[in-house]
């Protein structure tokens, strides 16, 4: 019995160990949709790596422990704001060609770019492949600017549009 119970504990253990390694928790519930911590950490980590480039070319002091905090709480708040325009998109049919939009918008992008630049500058600046750069920056925004066009198309505010579905969101920490 004794026996069992420790290979129960050391699977339990070695499952737990794992789950954390690949931040396969969650950081945020939104609207009964997980934000997982893997993402949260990743965005993070990458701002404050650029955060530190910028103040380093800028030959500023390195951030604070309150500035780091700044930056994960902002960043926490844009991983809420995107899922919840991303759930506010795909509850509205009228509006499922924007995630298209927001593609098109993306790839034009990158194909104005420089390709012999970007790759080094988003390594350099945020230690993410153009990929990621693309997934994490570019795309949010680019679906974020669409919405905003589709929005004001109607006459409204985005920004009373946003404030109210942010207030209306169900977000546990």
């Excluded at 980590?45 to 500023?60: G, I, M, T």
């Excluded at 500035?67 to 995107?82: F, G, N």
């Excluded at 509006?95 to 770019?113: D, P």
Aim: aromatic share 10%; net charge negative; glycine share 4%.
């Amino acid at each position: 019995m004794q026996k069992k119970f420790l290979i129960l504990l050391a699977i339990i253990v070695c499952i737990g160990a794992v789950v954390w390694f690949l931040g396969l928790f969650p950081v945020a519930r939104v609207n009964n949709e997980f934000l997982w911590y893997r993402a949260y950490n990743e965005r993070a980590d990458a701002l404050l790596l650029f955060d530190s480039k910028s103040r380093a070319a800028a030959k500023n002091t390195a951030p604070s422990e309150a500035d780091e905090s700044e930056i994960k709480r902002t960043v926490l708040q844009s991983l809420i704001t995107e899922k919840i325009l991303e759930q506010y998109i795909g509850e509205h049919t009228a509006l499922s060609g924007l995630r298209e939009a927001a593609q098109g918008v993306v790839e034009g992008t990158l194909k104005e770019a420089d390709p012999d630049v970007l790759p080094h500058a988003t390594e350099e600046l945020y230690g993410w492949s153009v990929e990621e750069f693309k997934k994490n920056v570019l795309y949010p925004q680019a679906l974020q600017n669409e919405l905003q066009k589709a929005i004001e198309s109607d006459d409204a505010s985005f920004d009373e549009f946003a404030k109210t579905q942010l207030q209306n969101a169900e977000v546990k920490l």
